[in-house]
């Protein structure tokens, strides 16, 4: 049985991977209204795998005798001043993703929950790799420029997103 401290937190992360998930087709939707059909690919796959993600964590909640709650999601914003800014939010969020993550892992030692501290290791792991990626496309259009753009959005299409690479 989940700890209610526990539960309550892997709640509150089923809602934030379930508001990246709607974040990242806002920001898709931007994208190929925009004509940058590459960053618009590697968005759509990006909120496929924040959908995963929620659903691991709803998975593992209600395999452990709690119970999922499936909430509203805050609406994202859809209008963005350009590529660059898209992907400097996508990874000021990734970076709140990892500290929500960490405070997770802070809970289940404080609750001495050392299964729930175990599974979350993927997570942890996860966010090393969603940061790293999404700094190297950032690292790529500063060497671009924005007067590139088409050049970039060829070779992002190229990219797979961060979780392609497997679950
Ligand atoms: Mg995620």
Not at 78 to 91: G, I, R
């Amino acid at each position: 049985m989940l700890n209610k401290k526990v539960e309550e937190i892997l709640n509150r992360q089923i809602e934030r991977e379930g508001y990246s998930s709607h974040l990242y087709l806002a920001m898709a939707v931007w994208a190929e209204c925009n004509g940058l059909e590459g960053t618009s690919k590697w968005l759509y796959a990006q909120a496929d795998e924040e959908r995963m993600h929620m659903l691991k964590f709803i998975e593992y909640v209600n395999e452990r005798g709690g119970r999922a709650l499936i909430t509203a999601i805050e609406e994202p914003p859809s209008e963005y001043k350009n590529v660059k800014e898209v992907f400097n939010k996508v990874l000021t969020h990734e970076q709140f993703v990892t500290a929500s993550i960490n405070e997770i892992v802070e809970v289940t030692l404080a609750e001495k929950d050392f299964t729930t501290h175990n599974w979350i290791q993927y997570f942890v792991t996860e966010q090393i790799e969603e940061e790293a990626s999404v700094q190297s496309i950032i690292d790529k259009l500063n060497l671009m420029g924005e007067h590139n753009l088409y050049m970039f959005d060829r070779d992002i299409m190229g990219m797979r997103s961060a979780g392609d690479s497997g679950e």
